[in-house]
């Protein structure tokens, strides 16, 4: 009995020690704000009307502009990647870093997006909705595999899960959620490799605390599913905010939303 006591004290201890690491480590991380950007199409010609008030178009003039004013207010483009590494301990993130993300995959992505980010150097992580890759449905083009491939092949581009269905997996069975996510991976992965790393972003944000904790246990390493700004000091790899980037919203407009946080 006396050793199981010593035993359970030992295991009490090391625990305790392990918790108080975590938290010093914690409490030496800067204080920095890591907003990530969310767009998903790129149009031309912006319509009159549209159904969802404008929030999931914008123009590759207006992406351009917010891209160069960003660098102009002393931003640094960094990568899912990059992120990670940071979190880690592996890098040091720069004073101003900030994500690009576009979702769902849209061809327009390919044939507007991609020339801006050789012209300015500068990294976007892309969430892919796998049952739409190669289609086009409801007149609207999404990438192909081999799109994709020549974006992640340059450096710039991280292909990301967006899902597989692209459905409310908070209303279904979280083994449906699990599935879908390892089918979507294993679908980019026949496609364009190994991924080091995962990242997966809920369509339309939505969640339960079970299936976060089904992705982290299935070698999800960030979840996205919110809006608002991260804290590097205080960072949950678990829960990852964006910001929504409306119609031509510009930089200016982005910057002072950044820093309203």
Not at 7 to 17: A, N, P
Request: glycine letters at 4%; aromatic letters at 14%.
């Amino acid at each position: 009995m006396k050793k199981i006591l010593i035993i359970f004290l030992i295991i009490i201890f090391i625990l305790l020690c392990v918790f108080g690491y975590k938290q010093y480590k914690y409490s030496k991380r800067p204080d920095i704000k890591v907003p990530i950007l969310l767009y998903h199409n790129f149009v031309t010609t912006v319509p009159d009307n549209d159904p969802d008030n404008f929030n999931y178009i914008n123009t590759p003039e207006s992406f351009e502009e917010n891209i160069k004013t960003l660098l102009e207010n002393g931003y640094k483009v960094i990568s899912m990647k990059d992120l990670e590494d940071a979190n880690k301990g592996k890098t040091i993130l720069p004073d101003k870093p900030i994500i690009i993300t576009l979702d769902d995959g849209y061809f327009s992505n390919y044939e507007y997006i991609y020339p801006i980010l050789k012209k300015y150097n500068v990294k976007v992580s892309i969430f892919i909705v796998t049952d739409k890759i190669g289609k086009e449905i409801d007149g609207i083009k999404y990438l192909s595999w081999d799109n994709c491939l020549e974006m992640q092949n340059s450096g710039l581009v991280e292909i990301f899960s967006h899902s597989k269905k692209h459905v409310f997996y908070d209303k279904l069975p979280v083994r449906e959620l699990r599935d879908d996510v390892k089918e979507s991976y294993k679908l980019i992965e026949e496609h364009l490799g190994k991924q080091v790393l995962k990242v997966f972003a809920y369509p339309y944000g939505a969640y339960t605390n079970e299936t976060v904790r089904t992705l982290k246990n299935n070698g999800i390493y960030f979840q996205v599913y919110d809006i608002g700004i991260n804290n590097f000091k205080n960072l949950d790899k678990n829960y990852i905010k964006r910001i929504n980037i409306p119609c031509e919203m510009t930089g200016k407009e982005i910057v002072e939303e950044i820093e309203r946080y």
